[in-house]
């Protein structure tokens, strides 16, 4: 079974800040999800990769294949940023990590 | 498009009653998977199926049956509900295609007591 492995575990952050979530997992994928959970508990799906880099907006995800390990950047951090991000194993058998609790301050 | 739809959205059941969480989508989707979410835990695969017809086992299955007569949906079962069930469930479902993204519903608040 892939261990996946997130840090920080919790992140307080002010606005404006870069913001770095790292995620490592222990088995070769063939692609990696990152989540978002709001509080009020709904989840969004971000980016799903296979290997390079995406970019949506202030959002970029990167994975190295070779390490196992993938990074979610948040550029000019803001508070409705605050949310739980979540790493995920994308094979048929899901397996999550236990999710990066951020909070952005004003 | 209304995507994945969850129900009930909130359930209390006493120990030993069983019910069926809901989940359909509209996507013509073929994986679908339920997840429980727990303090601390963070969410972990229940059961998941590839297509209609195909149910495979995920990490923490007991207690819980599921079938996929459609592609459309995919019910879970309590059998006989224990507090340990005490959670909040989540249904997913995606294409199964390369980098296709994950599309979840809001969620069910379940108590046993």
């Known amino acids: 079974k892939n261990e996946v492995e997130q840090s920080p575990q919790n992140l307080t952050a002010q606005e404006g800040e870069f913001i770095t979530i790292n995620c490592s997992y222990s088995?070769?994928?063939?692609?990696l999800h990152w989540l978002q959970q709001h509080p009020g508990g709904g989840i969004v799906s971000l980016f799903m990769?296979?290997?390079g880099k995406k970019k949506h907006g202030r959002l970029i995800a990167t994975i190295n294949i070779q390490e196992k390990h993938s990074s979610l950047h948040i550029t000019a951090s803001h508070p409705r940023d605050s949310a739980v991000y979540i790493c995920?194993?994308?094979?048929?058998?899901?397996?999550f990590g236990k999710g990066t609790k951020l909070t952005v301050n004003p | 498009n209304a995507g994945v739809t969850q129900t009930p959205k909130f359930q209390v059941l006493k120990t030993g009653q069983s019910m069926t969480l809901q989940c359909a989508q509209d996507?013509?989707?073929?994986?679908m998977s339920w997840y429980r979410q727990d303090p601390g835990m963070g969410l972990r695969l229940i059961h998941y199926?590839?297509?209609?017809?195909?149910?495979d086992q995920g990490e923490v299955p007991n207690g819980y049956n599921v079938s996929r007569s459609t592609t459309e949906d995919f019910p879970l079962r309590l059998l006989s509900a224990a507090p340990s069930q005490t959670s909040v469930y989540f249904c997913?479902?995606?294409?199964?295609?390369?980098?296709?993204?994950?599309?979840f519903g809001n969620g069910t608040r379940l108590t046993v007591t």
């Open positions: 990769l296979s290997s």
């Open positions: 996507m013509n989707h073929e994986y």
């Open positions: 088995v070769g994928i063939s692609a």
């Open positions: 199926s590839v297509g209609a017809g195909i149910t």
């Open positions: 997913a479902s995606s294409s199964g295609q390369k980098n296709s993204p994950l599309h």
């Open positions: 995920v194993d994308g094979s048929e058998k899901l397996v």
